[in-house]
């Protein structure tokens, strides 16, 4: 409705046209009485008198003007049209009359005789409307009282006089009570009409109405307005109606399958770029982390054949550094691959149940000797078997991670310390070690791979800031929570496990 003005409500336009109609009808019917209506009753008086007249010419014809039943007939043709008749014989004396003024008309039929109408059928104030060998309709005024008549009369059988006569005020008085009645008639019968016509139009057009408001909601893509038949035997709308029903529901399941494959479709796109970017960073950074060894094997190779040193010891030496860097490439690629893998779901995690406690356990008792080389102290309290749910190898990779992490970053009391915090449903296993707290610039970057706080440290125990990106792929992968907390004597990482 909003985006046109100019419609206007179907009860309005069906209600207008039946109003209308009804109107225009009556209106035409009242201007056909007026137009024609005096015309019919005259028409009417007329061809009444004349049968009138015909009726007495032939009574006297057949000599049965003295019996009753043409008394009665000619009784009932005067009450019915309104009509006087008189007969006179040839002696002028009044055989039948059905007037209480004999004599008037006795006299109007004299003056008739004595002073007939002229060729041109206007007499004084008479007006000829037809005559003939034996009669002369005409219509006459009155001249005491100005009313209007209309006479036939003539001479019939053996010298009889015959005068039929009717008032024309009648006539008028019949035509104004018609149309009077008319007019009051057409009121209420419009007043009426127009009532019945707006509560039917309302009756018909409320179905539209709702079908056009859930054609609206449909339009704003909303589904849940529906059609409800209000009576039990279906029609045409009603059948619409169900069939709108039908295709909002129809549209409804449509468009939430196009909107969940839109949804899908947006994740692969991003997907497909994320891993596009991955790929770009990965291929950098690797780029970038391989560069040193490569030069410094290239180097030490160069100059290992070009004889640069000939003494056991410079060789020993060269062959010393080719080898530690070949192993730190070696470590720094495998860990990539790790991480590649993780990143781009190519390792789902294998989620089972088993003790924590036993797990840190062991890798503890496995790692002394590399606690005992830097001479580092690592404590792990004594704990009841602790059961959660995981990936028992990449937890032990998590921790691992963590561990070797404390190790090539410890100083101070030179102390590791693992706790296991049992928390509602969730255990925290965390791995504290002394030395300086990590820079708050720092500590948003840290999970991201081939960042390196200190590159100088990290290069002298042959970091590859990979390790805490492989952390971040692995607990993320299994929806858990992990993370890295700083303390004034040293830093603390965590991560956390379901136990139910």
């Not at 005067?78 to 006087?84: A, N």
Request: glycine share 6%; charged share 30%.
């Amino acid at each position: 409705m909003k985006n046109n003005d100019k419609i206007h409500s179907i009860r309005f336009e069906i209600s207008l046209m039946f109003i209308t109609i009804m109107v225009g009808t009556f209106v035409i019917s009242l201007f056909v009485n007026l137009v024609f209506m005096e015309r019919f009753y005259i028409k009417n008086k007329k061809e009444a008198i004349i049968a009138a007249y015909r009726s007495i010419a032939q009574a006297i014809g057949n000599g049965d003007i003295a019996s009753e039943e043409f008394d009665e007939e000619i009784s009932h043709i005067c009450e019915r049209y309104d009509i006087e008749i008189i007969v006179l014989d040839a002696d002028s004396k009044t055989v039948k009359t059905s007037s209480n003024n004999p004599e008037l008309l006795a006299k109007i039929l004299w003056e008739n005789m004595i002073n007939p109408s002229s060729d041109d059928r206007v007499i004084a104030d008479r007006t000829v409307i037809d005559y003939g060998d034996d009669y002369t309709l005409q219509v006459d005024v009155d001249r005491g009282t100005g009313r209007q008549y209309m006479e036939m009369w003539g001479i019939v059988g053996n010298g009889n006089l015959v005068l039929v006569r009717a008032t024309m005020e009648s006539i008028k008085d019949n035509v104004t009570i018609s149309n009077t009645f008319m007019v009051y008639v057409a009121i209420i019968a419009i007043v009426v009409g127009s009532v019945l016509i707006l509560y039917i139009c309302k009756k018909v057009t409320d179905p539209i109405e709702k079908l056009t408001q859930i054609s609206d909601e449909m339009k704003k893509l909303n589904f849940e307005a529906k059609y409800v038949a209000e009576n039990e035997y279906k029609n045409e709308l009603d059948i619409l109606g169900q069939n709108m029903n039908e295709l909002s529901e129809t549209l409804e399941k449509n468009i939430k399958e196009l909107k969940s494959a839109n949804i899908a479709l947006k994740k692969d796109i991003a997907r497909k770029e994320e891993i596009d970017e991955m790929r770009k960073e990965f291929l950098s950074n690797v780029s970038h982390e391989l560069k040193t060894p490569i030069a410094l094997i290239q180097g030490y190779a160069e100059g290992l054949k070009e004889g640069i040193n000939d003494d056991e010891e410079s060789r020993n030496f060269y062959c010393e550094v080719i080898m530690d860097e070949s192993s730190k490439m070696n470590i720094m690629v495998k860990k990539l691959l790790t991480l590649n893998q993780l990143e781009f779901g190519n390792d789902s995690a294998n989620m089972e149940r088993f003790d924590i406690v036993e797990l840190v356990r062991n890798y503890v008792k496995s790692a002394s000797m590399l606690a005992k080389q830097k001479d580092v102290t690592v404590n792990f309290g004594e704990y009841p078997p602790i059961f959660v749910w995981g990936d028992e190898f990449k937890i032990e990779e998590v921790l691992m991670n963590y561990y070797s992490n404390a190790l090539n970053h410890i100083s101070g009391e030179k102390i590791i310390e693992i706790r296991l915090t049992l928390n509602d449903n969730h255990v925290r296993v965390s791995v504290f070690n002394t030395g300086e707290p990590i820079p708050e610039d720092s500590i948003g970057h840290i999970w991201e791979k081939f960042y390196k706080v200190d590159k100088a440290r990290t290069r002298e125990y042959g970091g590859s800031g990979v390790g805490l990106s492989i952390v971040k792929a692995i607990m993320e992968g299994m929806h858990q929570d992990y993370g890295v907390i700083n303390y004034d004597n040293g830093v603390e990482f965590y991560f956390e496990l379901e136990t139910k």
